[in-house]
C-alpha cells in the first residue's frame, strides 16, 4: 500500500467517517434473483468453478504461513491446520470442512450466521494524505472467495484488456508504466496526458452496481456474490461493531475483480487513444471530454474524482 500508512492509535468512539465510508441507504429490494436457471445448473451439475474437493480445501488451509491473523472470533488458520491433523477426527472434519465451504460457494450461508461469518476485524490505516483506508482481517470466506476470484479472472481477463492490466495481466501494471512513459516522452504539442483519482474509490463503490455486474457478465459467481454483499457484514473495530454495507471490502481476495468488472463499462465507453486505467492521453478536447464523461458516470455507481491530485 502506497502513501506511508500507519496503523490509527486507539480510540474510545468509531469515527463517524468510518460509518460514511462503509453504510448506505437500503437498495437491496432492487436487486435481481438468484436465475432460476442458473439453481438448476447448481444443482444438477457440479461445476469445477463451484464445489471443491476434499484435497483442495486441506491444501488451501495448508498453505497460510505461521502466524496468520484470524477473524472476529479469534480463530486462526492454524487452529484449522491442527484440527486436519487430528488422526481421531481429521478425515470427518476435512469432510465436514469441505461440505460448509461448497455450501458457502453456492451462496447458500445460513443467514443467522451470514453477517458475522462474511466479516471480520476492522483496521484502519491512516494515509499520508487526509482520510484512512479500512482493512478487513479474517480468513474464515477465503476459501469461497479465492476459486470465484480464479475462475472470474479467468472468464474476464480477456474482457479488461487492454484498459485494466491490473486484474488477469502478469506484469501488466509494469507494461502500463512503461506505455504511459513513453507516451508522455513523444507526446505532441497538442496531446495530454492526464491521470486521474477517485477519493476513497474502492471503498465508495455502489454495491448494487457491483452485484449487477457480476449478474451480468459473470452469473456463475452471483450466488455467492449475492450471500457475501447483499447483506450488511459485522466488522469488529476494537469494542465496537461497524455494519459494512458500502463497497467490497478491502481483504477479501474477490475485491478487486469486483471492483475493475463494476467499473469497466465506464471506462471502455471513452475515446482517448491511451486508455489505461484512468490514464488517458489523446488531443486536449478529448481528453477534456472523457474526464466529464467520467465524472458522470462515476457519480452514478458511487465514485467521485479527488481533484485534489
Known amino acids: 500500500m502506497s502513501g506511508q500508512p500507519c496503523v490509527f492509535s486507539c480510540r474510545m468512539t468509531v469515527p463517524s467517517s468510518l460509518h460514511r465510508s462503509l453504510s448506505t441507504p437500503c437498495w437491496r429490494n432492487i436487486l435481481p434473483p438468484l436465475p432460476l436457471l442458473l439453481i438448476c445448473q447448481l444443482l444438477i451439475r457440479r461445476s469445477a468453478y463451484l464445489l471443491r474437493n476434499p484435497k483442495f480445501v486441506k491444501l488451501f488451509f495448508f498453505s497460510f504461513p505461521a502466524g496468520s491473523a484470524g477473524g472476529a472470533d479469534g480463530l486462526r488458520p492454524q487452529h484449522i491446520h491442527d484440527l486436519l491433523m487430528s488422526r481421531e477426527a481429521g478425515s470427518e472434519f476435512l469432510s465436514a470442512l469441505t461440505a460448509f465451504d461448497n455450501l458457502v460457494l453456492a451462496g447458500r450461508c445460513p443467514s443467522d450466521v451470514a453477517p458475522v461469518f462474511l466479516g471480520g476485524r476492522l483496521l484502519d490505516l491512516s494515509k499520508k494524505s487526509e482520510g484512512f483506508r479500512p482493512i478487513v482481517i479474517g480468513f474464515e470466506k477465503w476459501p469461497a472467495s479465492v476459486p470465484t476470484n480464479s475462475y472470474g479472472i479467468n472468464h474476464l481477463k480477456a474482457y479488461f484488456y487492454p484498459h485494466q492490466l491490473g486484474v488477469g495481466t502478469p506484469g501488466g501494471c509494469e507494461a502500463a508504466v512503461h506505455a504511459a512513459r513513453r507516451y508522455l516522452e513523444s507526446l505532441a504539442s497538442d496531446h495530454v496526458l492526464v491521470k486521474l483519482d477517485f477519493t ?21 459467481l452471483y450466488a455467492y456474490c449475492q450471500s457475501a454483499y447483499r447483506h450488511s457484514s459485522c466488522l469488529f473495530f476494537g469494542p465496537y461493531m461497524v455494519l459494512s454495507e458500502e463497497c467490497p471490502q478491502q481483504g477479501d481476495p ?56
Open 200 to 220: 476513497n474509490a474502492f471503498s465508495s463503490l455502489n454495491r448494487r452496481e457491483l452485484l449487477l455486474s457480476v449478474y451480468s457478465r459473470i452469473p456463475e
Open 254 to 309: 474477490i475485491g478487486p475483480l469486483l471492483f475493475s468488472n463494476t467499473i469497466h463499462p465506464k471506462l471502455s465507453s471513452l475515446e482517448s487513444c491511451l486508455n489505461l486505467g484512468y490514464h488517458f492521453g489523446w488531443l486536449s478536447e478529448e481528453v477534456a471530454a472523457d474526464i466529464r464523461e467520467i465524472t458522470r458516470t462515476g457519480a452514478s455507481i458511487g465514485l467521485s474524482l479527488n481533484v485534489d491530485k
